[in-house]
């Protein structure tokens, strides 16, 4: 059976999906697909940090989900049997450029006219304000996935500074493009950002 | 019903530990508990690390354990039902401190003699090599647990190069006090990681 998601992607499974039951419960890289809206992003970010590793220009990893485990069952090699997602309380990237500590989100929309704040949550900002503090390098990699995936670079600053002073709940289209820098993308690497990093932060 | 640990403490269960399935099907907490013998040295620089965000000095995060989720109820609201663990491919903590990106990784070992390098793995060795190629700070925790939990921080390189040019599998604990730096306890921060730090790489 096949199945189709928001981004166009399709996905076989290995058996119709029948049942209620069986409509919800389902692989997680399943779910993965269809609830992150960012998973195209995610994956051209893991792709270009690949790429920067083997160029040895920077190390960015990407942090894994946090996930609170409830029960193991050690009688099928420790599997884990009951567990459930926790919110991530920092951002999705960070990593080290020329010694400098960099530290990264990354979102996607599909709104054509603004970046909506609601996809940053109270927790990231704080994370990133600290970020600041201690003298590391912040930012957001924003996607328009509606507009060709057109992608910027908005230093976390920007966004802290809006979200402080404005009342509005998104930041405008062309505002973004007007105060951050446009991230080109290509072949390999998929996205570069680290020469926008270059441009912005060491020049 | 108590349970006993090797590493002194004990763990008060809900019900009594009773059928061979039920002592092998535990609460995750329990395992970590006692499969991880660093979990005191992990506790402690967790601590350190809360006691350095809230005096403003570095910021620090423990990386979350990678987990490969199989498949995820949502009839129950996503619970995972399916999962297991993967290896952890970098370092348990990285951070920020002065602006400069530090990348480190805490063991502890019950050996009264010598630190095992067979508590490091060769994915470790390969991040934190990278790690010091760009500029980084990387560096190991070492905690002899069974010696008055004495706990020093040693150069990652000093590692690297011991692997590199050693037969020996496990590093002399008078090598690593004469290589390494005493990291002092005490009751806020718990281990003084930070002050070692400061004196070996900004000095």
């Given at each position: 059976?096949?199945?189709?998601?928001?981004?166009?992607?399709?996905?076989?499974t290995?058996?119709?999906i029948?049942?209620?039951a069986?409509?919800?419960?389902?692989?997680?890289?399943?779910h993965?697909?269809?609830?992150?809206?960012?998973?195209?992003?995610?994956?051209?970010?893991?792709?270009?940090?690949?790429?920067?590793?083997e160029?040895?220009?920077?190390?960015v990893t990407?942090?894994?989900?946090?996930?609170n485990?409830?029960?193991?069952?050690?009688?099928?090699g420790a599997r884990?049997?009951?567990a459930?997602?926790?919110?991530?309380?920092?951002?999705?990237?960070?990593?080290v450029?020329?010694?400098?500590?960099l530290?990264?989100?990354?979102?996607?929309?599909?709104?054509?006219?603004?970046?909506p704040?609601?996809?940053i949550s109270?927790?990231?900002i704080?994370?990133l304000?600290?970020?600041?503090?201690?003298g590391?390098?912040?930012?957001?990699?924003?996607?328009?996935?509606?507009?060709?995936?057109?992608?910027?670079?908005?230093?976390?600053?920007?966004?802290?500074?809006?979200?402080?002073?404005?009342?509005?709940?998104?930041?405008?289209?062309?505002?973004?493009?007007?105060?951050?820098?446009?991230?080109?993308?290509?072949y390999?690497?998929?996205?570069?950002?680290?020469?926008v990093?270059?441009?912005?932060?060491?020049?």
């Amino acid at each position: 059976m096949t199945v189709k998601y928001p981004n166009g992607k399709t996905f076989e499974t290995k058996k119709p999906i029948g049942t209620q039951a069986d409509k919800k419960i389902v692989s997680a890289k399943l779910h993965k697909s269809a609830a992150n809206r960012g998973m195209g992003l995610e994956y051209d970010l893991n792709l270009s940090n690949e790429y920067y590793l083997e160029k040895n220009l920077c190390l960015v990893t990407k942090r894994p989900t946090p996930i609170n485990i409830v029960k193991v069952d050690y009688t099928k090699g420790a599997r884990i049997t009951n567990a459930y997602f926790e919110k991530q309380s920092t951002t999705d990237y960070n990593g080290v450029y020329k010694g400098r500590y960099l530290d990264f989100e990354a979102k996607s929309t599909r709104s054509k006219t603004s970046f909506p704040l609601a996809n940053i949550s109270e927790h990231q900002i704080k994370h990133l304000s600290k970020v600041i503090k201690h003298g590391g390098i912040a930012f957001f990699i924003i996607e328009f996935a509606l507009l060709n995936n057109d992608t910027y670079l908005l230093d976390a600053s920007y966004i802290i500074d809006f979200i402080n002073k404005e009342k509005r709940k998104s930041i405008p289209y062309e505002d973004v493009k007007k105060y951050g820098h446009q991230i080109k993308r290509g072949y390999n690497p998929r996205l570069d950002y680290l020469q926008v990093v270059q441009e912005v932060y060491f020049k």
